[in-house]
C-alpha cells in the first residue's frame, strides 16, 4: 500500500528547504551531510528521507523553487501603462523586496549550482538567463539610442544586478524602506548613467 501524504507535506518540505540552505551557505555544499540538515531542521535522519533522497535533491529543489519564483516574480510584474523609467523603477524595487529573507538561497545560487548535473544547471541558468533577459529590456526600454549595442546593454544591465547583488551581500537584514531607497539610487544612477552614454 502507498504511503499517504500527511496534510503538512509541503510546509515541512518548505522547512526543510530553508534550513538546508541555511547549512549549505554556512557549511558548503561538500561539508554538509543529511545527518547535519536533519539535525538543522529538527527532524530524524530517516524523515528527512522520507522527502528527499539526497542532499543533491534538496539543492537542487531549493535553487529550482528560489530561480523560478523570483524569475515569475519578477517577469510577471504588471507593468503596462508605466512611464520606461517608472517600470525601471518598479522592476529594480521588486528585484530588492524580492531578496529579502533570501541570503541563504541566493549564497547557495552563487556556491552551490556547479554541484548539479548539467541538465539541472541548465534549467536553473535558463531561469537567470530569462530574469537577467526581462530586466535587461526594461533598462534597454529607457534608452533605446542604445538597443542596438547588444554588448553594451549587456553589460549595463550586469552592471546593475551587480549593484543589486552588492545590496545583497552588505545589507541583506535592510527593511523595506532602506530597500526602496537603494533602488532608488540604483535606479537613478543607471538612467543618469544611460544619458551619458
Known amino acids: 500500500m502507498a504511503r499517504t501524504i500527511a496534510k503538512d507535506h509541503d510546509e515541512k518540505r518548505r522547512q526543510i528547504l530553508k534550513s538546508a540552505a541555511k547549512v549549505f551557505a554556512k557549511e558548503g555544499f561538500d561539508r554538509a551531510s543529511m545527518a547535519l540538515l536533519a539535525r538543522e531542521c529538527g527532524i530524524s535522519k530517516a ?64 556556491n552551490g549550482l556547479g554541484a548539479l548535473p548539467e541538465d539541472q544547471q541548465a534549467l536553473l541558468r535558463r531561469y537567470q538567463r530569462d530574469l537577467v533577459q526581462f530586466v535587461g529590456k526594461v533598462i534597454a526600454d529607457c534608452a533605446p539610442g542604445l538597443r542596438d549595442d547588444k ?47
Request: aromatic residues 10%; charged residues 20%; neutral net charge.
Open 47 to 110: 524523515n528527512i528521507y522520507h522527502y528527499y533522497e539526497s542532499k543533491d535533491a534538496i539543492l537542487f529543489d531549493i535553487l529550482d523553487t528560489y530561480l523560478a519564483g523570483l524569475r515569475t516574480r519578477i517577469c510577471d510584474l504588471p507593468l503596462s501603462g508605466l512611464t520606461p523609467e517608472n517600470r525601471l523603477r518598479r522592476v529594480i524595487s521588486e528585484v530588492l523586496m524580492a531578496y529579502q529573507g533570501q541570503d541563504h538561497e541566493h549564497q547557495v545560487q552563487v
Open 151 to 197: 554588448a553594451k546593454m549587456r553589460a549595463v544591465t550586469m552592471s546593475v544586478f551587480g549593484m543589486l547583488n552588492w545590496y545583497y551581500m552588505w545589507n541583506s537584514g535592510a527593511g523595506k524602506s532602506a530597500r526602496e531607497e537603494y533602488a532608488g539610487l540604483v535606479c537613478d544612477l543607471t538612467l543618469n548613467g544611460l544619458r551619458g552614454l
